[in-house]
């Protein structure tokens, strides 16, 4: 199958080191944003919930899901409150 436009300018960009680093770094980022939204709708919880829950906004929340920067400390009382553990694995090499 031929491959798109897109397809092609993608493969050429990756090609750059600089480049291929913030692009794994981002899908990295929406990997645990995506995995805390789905804990938090799995334990039935709504941002608002989460949120009173840890003492914050439900801003704070929405920004932590779609992978912007948040302290810390505050991701470690949101996976306190879902009850999970915060692991670090190592890469696949």
């Known amino acids: ?3 798109t436009r897109f397809e092609r ?3 050429r960009a990756l090609k ?9 770094e981002g899908l990295e980022d929406l990997r645990i944003a995506v995995r805390l ?17 840890i ?3 439900a801003a ?3 920004r932590l899901e779609r992978g912007q920067n948040v302290e810390f400390k505050t991701l ?7 009850g999970v553990r915060l692991t670090l694995e190592p890469l696949a090499s």
């Open 16 to 24: 750059d080191p600089g480049i291929r680093r913030a692009y794994e």
């Open 9 to 11: 300018f993608k493969a």
């Open 37 to 53: 939204a789905e804990l938090r709708e799995q334990r039935g919880m709504t941002q608002t919930e989460l949120a009173a829950k």
């Open 1 to 3: 199958m031929k491959k």
């Open 76 to 82: 470690k009382k949101v996976a306190a409150a879902l």
């Open 55 to 57: 003492h914050t906004s």
């Open 60 to 62: 704070v929340i929405s």
